[in-house]
């Protein structure tokens, strides 16, 4: 992703190493933010719905919160994305071997 910036793939523009440090730096902070949220998410969820301590994780409502999170909510949230990605049109006339800068006709 951040050689396709820096070499100027999206508009044609070539911008350098500063960009391309850019996109990376902000890649890792999303990676990083969305594990913190991830992560929080889950213990909330632990918390509210299994009374989760944890002082106690093989307690026997822990280690049902454990596979209701990895089974039922991951097959859910699979669910909503495979929907939402299924909603999104595909863009007719973008060619990937030019770089999507021609369009059919």
């Not at 902000?26 to 918390?47: N, R, V």
């Not at 509210?48 to 049902?64: C, I, K, L």
Request: charged share 15%.
């Amino acid at each position: 992703m951040g050689d396709f910036c820096g070499r100027g793939g999206l508009f044609g523009v070539t911008v350098g190493r500063r960009f391309t440090g850019m996109v990376f730096a902000t890649i890792g902070f999303a990676l990083k933010s969305g594990l913190a949220l991830g992560s929080a998410s889950f213990l909330w969820i632990m918390q509210g719905f299994f009374h989760y301590d944890t002082r106690s994780p093989s307690a026997p409502a822990a280690v049902e919160g454990y596979r209701f999170t990895s089974g039922i909510i991951v097959g859910f949230l699979f669910a909503v994305c495979d929907r939402y990605v299924g909603s999104i049109p595909a863009e007719q006339g973008n060619d990937a071997a030019d770089g999507g800068r021609t369009q059919r006709t």
